[in-house]
């Protein structure tokens, strides 16, 4: 399994990035995907999550109605597009699969809110 994260970087506050995730190594549509992040400090939370053939996502309630996650199963890609971005979006976010063997991770990215 490898899950690599792309797209991170500076932003102001009220900005917007968009978060790529690369996987390979595992049959991709067969699982739901998540975004997770974890700010200094705090512990990992889950951000977002996709079903196997994105039907049906989940938010945290911070980031309802600003964030939004999609996937392309052709292209074995997650993403997470984020909106309306405040300081305390500040974190690592990381790409995650949770299979049978356990969770794997990507190396994350990061992104840093701030005027």
């Known amino acids: 399994v490898r899950l690599v994260e792309s797209g991170g970087g500076l932003v102001q506050p009220g900005g917007s990035l968009r978060l790529s995730c690369a996987a390979s190594g595992f049959s991709f549509s067969s699982y739901g995907m998540s975004w997770y992040r974890q700010a200094p400090g705090k512990e990992r939370e889950l951000v977002a999550f996709i079903s196997s053939f994105g039907g049906s996502t989940n938010y945290a309630d911070s980031v309802k109605g600003r964030f939004s996650i999609s996937r392309d199963n052709i292209k074995k890609t997650v993403a997470l597009q984020m909106n309306s971005l405040k300081p305390e979006d500040t974190a690592v976010y990381y790409c995650?699969?949770?299979?049978?063997?356990?969770?794997?991770w990507g190396q994350g990215t990061q992104v840093s809110v701030s005027s």
């Open positions: 995650n699969v949770r299979k049978i063997g356990g969770d794997y």
